[in-house]
């Protein structure tokens, strides 16, 4: 049997792209509900505030406004908060963490931030009841984190975000989501740490990759 020929080649593959756009058209033609969606991003690979940052970009590229609230990487000068503040009134940023718990060495401390971060992360979701609203997404990051510690009652965060504004965007970052508030969002993404220099070449966090 001969090979085919790059025309017929060409054929089939045009003939199967054609079949999976007609497929796509047909799974998208009952999809027409618009909601703020509550999205979580956990795992144990690099990544999670990063992707979570890729759509708070998105968003302001789209003349969205964003608030965010940092739970626990306030101290840290990042490249994405250095940035954002270019974009003014468009993103409000609160960094209102006091690093990681074996940073600050003193747990009475960083319940007492968390507590401070929920509050405001609270006042932000409140604030977008009316149609005014100041935000369209908001961004808890690193809220999975005091979650795991019981910093916070898990109910009442869980409460708040489900009741949260209809059309408003919550983003939630952290490794270790309670499997409630997995159970509770929308979207869910787990990133898998296949390969980190940091363990396996003993390389430190790189300006602009890490922060």
């Given at each position: 049997m001969s090979e085919p020929t790059e025309d017929e080649i060409n054929a089939r593959a045009n003939e199967k792209a054609r079949k999976r756009k007609?497929?796509?058209?047909?799974?998208?033609?009952?999809?027409?509900?618009?909601?703020?969606?509550?999205?979580?991003?956990?795992?144990?690979?690099?990544?999670?505030s990063t992707a979570a940052f890729g759509l708070v970009f998105r968003a302001l590229g789209n003349g969205m406004r964003v608030g965010i609230v940092q739970y626990v990487k306030g101290k840290w000068e990042t490249g994405e908060r250095?940035?954002?503040?270019?974009?003014?009134?468009q993103v409000t940023i609160r960094a209102m963490g006091e690093g990681f718990t074996w940073d600050t060495q003193d747990r009475?401390?960083?319940?007492?931030?968390a507590k401070a971060a929920w509050e405001k992360s609270?006042?932000?979701?409140?604030?977008?009841?009316?149609?005014?609203?100041p935000y369209d997404m908001i961004l808890l990051d690193e809220l999975n984190i005091v979650l795991r510690y019981d910093y916070l009652p898990l109910?009442?965060?869980?409460?708040?975000?489900?009741?949260?504004?209809?059309?408003?965007?919550?983003?939630?970052?952290?490794?270790?989501?309670?499997p409630e508030l997995i159970e509770a969002a929308d979207l869910v993404t787990e990133m898998t740490q296949v390969k980190h220099p940091f363990r396996e070449q003993g390389v430190k966090a790189q300006v602009g990759v890490e922060f």
């Open positions: 007609a497929a796509r058209e047909r799974m998208l033609a009952d999809k027409t509900k618009e909601k703020g969606l509550l999205i979580v991003h956990t795992g144990k690979g690099k990544g999670k250095h940035a954002l503040e270019k974009f003014g009134d009475a401390r960083d319940i007492a931030a609270k006042e932000m979701i409140e604030a977008c009841r009316g149609p005014d609203r109910d009442e965060v869980l409460a708040v975000l489900g009741n949260r504004p209809e059309m408003l965007h919550v983003i939630v970052t952290g490794r270790n989501a309670k």
